[in-house]
Each structure stands twice: as structure tokens, then as C-alpha cells.
């Protein structure tokens, strides 16, 4: 009888410890020379399925490089994902490409000069994607989730 009541207690300290769980990821920026130039820390708190989710403002999540900003939002997405790429220096593009946690390529897109681009992967499964973004000098890559 104690076992199973000890067991009992375990199981509900358990859930309510993961109900109140952080997600955390740290993002480094590089320049050319191979130097830390920026870090991110994204902090998310993870929700139970039956809450509610937020609504009003997305949340972005951005990245200072040497030569330009990133923003990504929102993220998780649904399918819809907005890239601002911002201060690229006049003449100078970006290229971003898309995989797939397998490492499988999904899409490209080349000669961006700054501004909003967006991406529609609604035709994808659900799971974890990785975003490379790179500048001729830098570049920087992003853990996209695709709800």
C-alpha cells in the first residue's frame, strides 16, 4: 500500500514538474575570422496541450550579426514564416536555405537584399526544421518548428 501511495506522489510531482518546464536554446553568431560576435537565449515555456494558447503578438526571434539582423517569427509556425532580413549593406545579399531534421533539402531561396521574405512550408509534416541564412561574411542558422 505504501509502495503504490509513494508511486502515486512521484507520478503527480512528475506532471506537475513538466507542465512548468522550460525550453531553452542558445544561438551564437560568427564572423568570418571565426570570432563570437552576438548570442540569443530563447527562453519558451511549454504548454500542456488542453491550455490555451497566447494571442495577440507573435513572438520573434532575432539574431545581430556583423553585417545585418535577423528575425524569425512566428515560430512555432503553422506554415507561414516570416524572415526579416535587415541593415544588409547596400549591394550585399543573403541566401537562406530550408532542411529537414533528416537533413533533407526543402527549399532554397537566393539573392535576398533585405526586407521581409515569406516561407510557406504548410505542405510539410509536422517536426523540427534547420534554417541556414549566410551573407558572403557570415551567416547564421535557426531551429524552425513546424506545429
Known sequence: MKARFLFLIIIVIGVLCC???????????????????SRVITLNTLRSSNEEQPTGEEEVY???????TVNIYPNPTKGELTVDIAQLPEGKTA?????NAQGKFILQKTGLSGGSERLNISKQPKGIYLMKIATKDSSTEWKIIKE
Do not use: C, M, P
Open 62 to 68: 532575432s539574431e545581430v550579426l556583423k553585417d545585418f
Open 95 to 99: 541566401s537562406l536555405w530550408l532542411y
Open 19 to 37: 507542465r512548468q518546464a522550460q525550453a531553452q536554446a542558445v544561438t551564437y553568431g560568427y564572423d568570418a575570422s571565426g570570432n563570437r560576435i
